[in-house]
């Protein structure tokens, strides 16, 4: 079930989204994107870029799954205005990365209902890898 | 004793400047699927993307991309990255630093949909410089501007070069 404008409140949570993420991710993500960077496909080019684990994930990967998870939580009566996040800290083979986002205001503005999150993408320690905000409009 | 940089009189030349705006090959159904499937791996995507009788239900009323989907990718005929390799910085020793990707903001205008025509065109708003982890790193950020065949705005991002 989607949300709406009236009843999404400052402090509700994003319903959390998740992916466990290694190659068989990374590797449909570079086709789709044409991204293929050696660091993100071969482990000794992971290496060599400073990541001692080997290869690692795409950063537009985890920018997609935070704009997934605001479309389970939005439906398709919801729309998508605002998406930014800094890259903080690697996507490691065999994550379990999640996304998480908190209500931070609501509002009208430019026409729209609007609702403002904090974003976030963690992974199975509880690290925060990718802080940022969105916007969505909603009926 | 001249402090280290990687930024290059070629940024300096650039910054604020827009490029020539360049086109991607039109949107088709299979590439927001294909996308679409990509993402959402290894659970389906939302009908949204890929059934025409649903999508053609919603308030959209017909298949519409993902807001994240690159219509850029896989061209014909290369571009050459912003023309010039000393736009994203150099190293005193001409040695070739390693890119990743800092971060963005985007803001989204119509969506995009199968048979749409985007073009995009960018330019260097600024840099900064600083020690980290991987050494002496240079921020570059840019932002690039898309639109739609009908000139309508599609997406507006700022993102952020690492460069070490």
């Not at chain 1, 190659?23 to 660091?39: D, G, L, M």
Request: proline content about 6%.
């Amino acid at each position: 079930m989607s949300v709406n404008f009236e009843n999404v409140n400052v402090g509700d949570t994003l319903p959390k989204w998740s992916r466990k993420t290694s190659f068989a991710e990374w590797n449909r993500y570079a086709a789709v994107n044409e991204e293929f960077v050696p660091f993100h496909m071969d482990d000794e080019a992971g290496r060599r870029a400073g990541n001692e684990q080997g290869a690692f994930g795409m950063g537009n990967l985890r920018y997609a799954y935070i704009v997934n998870a605001l479309h389970a939580w939005i439906g398709d009566t919801g729309v998508v205005r605002e998406v930014g996040c800094q890259y903080r800290a690697i996507n490691q083979k065999d994550d379990v990365l999640t996304v998480i986002g908190e209500v931070t205001d609501k509002r009208t503005e430019d026409g729209e209902q609007r609702v403002y999150l904090d974003i976030n993408v963690v992974n199975q320690d509880g690290g925060a890898t990718c802080p940022g905000h969105a916007v969505v409009a909603l009926p | 004793m001249t402090e280290l940089t990687y930024v290059t009189d070629e940024m300096r030349a650039a910054q604020g400047q827009w490029g020539e705006p360049w086109t991607a090959p039109p949107i088709t159904d299979t590439d927001i699927r294909r996308w679409a499937m990509a993402t959402f791996y290894p659970e389906q995507p939302p009908r949204i993307y890929w059934d025409a009788d649903y999508a053609a239900t919603t308030q959209w009323g017909g298949i519409v991309a993902p807001p994240d989907f690159n219509p850029f990718a896989w061209p014909v005929e290369r571009r050459s990255r912003g023309g010039s390799p000393g736009l994203a910085g150099r190293r005193p020793d001409g040695k070739p630093l390693t890119g990743m990707n800092g971060g963005q903001t985007d803001t989204y205008g119509v969506p995009m949909r199968p048979g749409d025509v985007v073009s995009a065109r960018n330019r260097l708003v600024d840099w900064w410089e600083r020690e980290g982890r991987l050494g002496h790193t240079l921020y570059v950020r840019s932002e690039i501007e898309w639109r739609n065949q009908d000139d309508e705005l599609v997406r507006t991002r700022f993102s952020i070069g690492i460069r070490y």
